[in-house]
């Protein structure tokens, strides 16, 4: 049995429709389990896991201007829960597989980020991932640490389906050109989750340790709501914004609490070795999500809905 944790949020659902074929597969969602309650040792020791071969993590508190205000909750499900379920995969022989982010870099380097490169987060949930990390590291020598950023996903509230409500209604807009970062699609995280777990669980072993995983190339948010807005009006939906009137905005918008890194490029040359995946540009799937948008409007599905 694998246990899919976070099975209700952007990248869990993605891998709920994927890991299936690897076999028995067990959800949770928030609703089964609560990895902020202090009592979730006790939880999981009172639970039975027969059988089970590998835990994959994609919970986390992801609210990233709220954890400025509620860090101590924000760090018992991004530090405190992952630990925890590491140590329930280590008991168990079994990998644990879980997913960082590029808010632990201050985005003060010059070029890509490598894994060896020091981390200095900007903001709470920064941290709180950070110590994720290192706690769920030490918890289990069989580890994957899946380091992502931009993450973005056909059916949860992500940026490219906030900039696709704005442009049906706004006929302009102003977006961001500070940030650089790689886009990248729920659907290239769970495929290449897919792709090396299987591998994994076929020989027992893997160079275990922390990778980062993310599309190819470089956008700042201005490209990727000019792409995704420019393919939906190719595909004839119906946008009042046309991309020329997205105008960049060259300062961090100071209604937000968090600050963020301004350069978010991590280099992905590691885990391309390391199991001989493909990372395909941000724009392949950018222009996947637009084609998805014109199907679900074809059916009906308004943009709000999950
Ligand atoms: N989103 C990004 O831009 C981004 C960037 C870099 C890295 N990442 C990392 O990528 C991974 C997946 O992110 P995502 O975008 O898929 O996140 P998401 O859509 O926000 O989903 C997070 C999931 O965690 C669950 N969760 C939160 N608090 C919980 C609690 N107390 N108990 C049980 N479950 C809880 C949520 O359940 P409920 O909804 O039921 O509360 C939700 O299903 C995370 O590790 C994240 O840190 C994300």
């Known amino acids: 049995m694998i246990l899919l ?13 994927c890991l299936g ?5 067990e959800r949770w969602t928030s609703r089964e389990v609560d990895l902020a309650d202090p009592g979730l040792a006790g939880v999981i020791s009172r639970m039975e896991f027969p059988g089970l071969r590998a835990v994959v993590n994609a919970a986390a508190y992801t609210a990233v201007d709220r954890a400025e205000s509620e860090e101590g909750r924000a760090y018992r499900v991004n530090a405190e829960a992952p630990r925890l379920l590491s140590a329930l995969a280590a008991r168990h022989g079994a990998p644990f597989v879980h997913y960082s982010t590029d808010y632990v870099y ?3 380097k010059d070029g890509p980020y ?3 490169d020091g981390t200095a987060p900007l903001n709470a949930y920064g941290r709180t991932k950070l110590a994720g990390d290192r706690l769920a590291a030490e918890a289990n020598p069989r580890h994957l640490i899946f380091r992502t950023s931009w993450v973005y996903s056909q ?5 490219p389906r906030t900039v696709y409500g704005l442009a049906r209604s706004r006929e302009s807009l102003d977006m961001d050109r500070t940030q650089r970062g790689a886009p990248t699609s729920t659907e290239l995280l769970a495929a290449a989750t897919l792709a090396v777990l299987r591998g994994v669980l076929a020989g027992g072993n893997a160079p275990w340790g922390l990778y980062h995983l993310t599309a190819a190339g470089e956008a700042t948010w201005l490209d990727f709501a000019r792409l995704v807005t420019s393919r939906a009006l190719e595909l004839g939906l119906p946008l009042r914004l046309r ?3 997205i105008r960049p905005r060259d300062e961090p918008d100071p209604a937000r609490p968090a600050r963020r890194p301004l350069n978010s490029i991590l280099s992905t040359a590691r885990i391309r070795e390391a199991f001989g995946i493909t990372l ?7 222009e996947r999500f637009a084609e998805g948008l014109g199907i679900q409007a074809g059916l009906g599905i308004r943009p709000g809905q999950p």
């Open 114 to 116: 490598v894994e060896g």
């Open 243 to 245: 991309p020329e009137a």
């Open 106 to 108: 201050d985005g003060a």
């Open 21 to 25: 074929v690897l076999g028995p597969l």
């Open 155 to 159: 059916t949860g509230a992500c940026f």
């Open 280 to 286: 395909p540009d941000w724009r392949y799937h950018a």
């Open 5 to 17: 944790v976070g099975a209700g949020g952007q990248l869990g659902r993605e891998l709920s429709g």
